[in-house]
């Protein structure tokens, strides 16, 4: 038996704006809503005047009229201006293929399944996620510290391979980060700058969609409870060996924890990299050159082997280091982490940047780098149920050859 086609909603919303397009259209026409969304289609502007679609409370009025513009503020400002009436389509479509909407005499009328969805009931949310392959980006992030979109890209376009009609490069990119983006906005997944992470509420969701998918589900969405309890496993494991490293590097020498870093560097493909002399370093434990295109520039770190909050008066003595050492950026390194506004100084406009990197920061370093912490293979054997689509088409039903001229 061949998956299902899942994943079908390329435009996958936001978990806000679907609730706000499903309250906002109820009692509209259809056709009214398909006809907003056309004439916004049509305002593509041009390089010499583009359109502006940041600011709804602006273009609504400037470029809308009549019902067209009722609709597009009745959705803006009903959602208490989040809901942008220009990037809805997505709403549009997964509202429609999962009938969030009934259509009564080519009106939208809410049901049952759209109070559901009002209320976050739990069986209808799990029903929509396992449809669009939610799971399966919950179970690639369960295995990781956090990662970025592209660590995630390959078994995402081979899952979507199996389950779905998305086959584009670009597009299989879009589908990752909007769902990405509405498990952020819900809470299940954390963002930090470009890398992602399961948050422990996501880790919960995780296990319970496992726990209550029907197996014949599980294995067609190929997210089955057991590989969600291997996922959790492995994600139990290496959240302890992550805590065992700091540990150990807590434990270390404060000189052996500045030739760690030193191995570290080398590994990330820094050169010349030395740790300085223990004292008249003016603060700065190791130097280090790196290749940023074609110019080689040198950089001076500091490093904290302490779980202390970091503060900014070393985010100043490291930058008045950089001339001594003819540097001109630096790195502050520590197990610990940076106290509010350290940030901002660190990237200071008109002074050399300092890079911060903080415990948890550090220890993907380590584990993207395998410095002190190695990766253990570790896989699941699944039937290739491609291969035997393949063969059931090859032979008749009595085990005939079925030749290619038949």
């Not at 990405?180 to 995780?206: F, H, K, P, Q």
């Amino acid at each position: 038996m061949t998956a299902p086609h899942l994943v079908r909603t390329p435009l996958f919303p936001l978990h806000s704006d679907l609730k706000a397009c499903v309250t906002a259209w109820d009692g509209e026409s259809v056709q009214r809503v398909i006809d907003l969304h056309n004439a916004l289609m049509e305002l593509t502007g041009t390089p010499q005047a583009p359109v502006d679609w940041t600011e709804p409370d602006v273009w609504i009025p400037e470029r809308l009229s009549g019902e067209h513009a009722r609709l597009a503020r009745k959705l803006w400002e009903g959602s208490g201006r989040r809901t942008n009436p220009r990037h809805v389509y997505g709403a549009y479509l997964l509202i429609n293929s999962a009938n969030l909407l009934a259509q009564e005499n080519g009106t939208y009328r809410r049901t049952p399944r759209s109070e559901a969805l009002l209320t976050d009931d739990p069986q209808l949310i799990r029903e929509l996620d396992r449809s669009e392959g939610l799971p399966r980006i919950l179970a690639l992030l369960a295995e990781k510290a956090s990662a970025r979109r592209g660590d995630l890209l390959d078994d995402w376009g081979n899952y979507l391979a199996q389950v779905s009609k998305i086959s584009s490069p670009s597009m299989i990119k879009d589908t990752l980060r909007r769902r990405l983006l509405n498990m952020v906005e819900r809470g299940l997944v954390t963002r930090d700058g470009n890398r992602y992470a399961i948050s422990e509420a996501g880790r919960a969701y995780l296990k319970s969609l496992g726990e209550q998918a029907p197996l014949a589900h599980q294995a067609a969405i190929g997210t089955t409870s057991t590989e969600i309890d291997a996922a959790a496993a492995i994600a139990t494991h290496n959240k302890v060996a992550r805590i065992a490293l700091v540990k150990r590097l807590m434990a270390l020498d404060p000189y052996a924890f500045e030739h760690f870093v030193k191995e570290l560097l080398e590994a990330m493909d820094y050169e010349n990299v030395q740790v300085t002399k223990q004292s008249g370093d003016k603060g700065v434990d190791v130097v280090a050159n790196f290749q940023f295109g074609i110019t080689e520039i040198k950089e001076v770190v500091q490093v904290k082997r302490s779980e202390l909050t970091i503060r900014r008066p070393l985010i100043d003595q490291l930058r008045g280091a950089l001339p001594y050492h003819g540097a001109i950026r630096g790195t502050l390194i520590t197990l610990g982490r940076f106290a509010k506004g350290v940030e901002e100084a660190a990237l200071y406009p008109g002074a050399a940047p300092i890079t911060l990197i903080d415990g948890s920061r550090l220890v993907e370093l380590v584990e993207r780098h395998q410095v002190g912490l190695r990766r253990k293979p570790a896989y699941l054997l699944e039937i290739d149920e491609a291969f035997f689509a393949e063969k059931s088409l090859e032979y008749d039903p009595v085990g005939q050859v079925v030749s290619a001229d038949d």
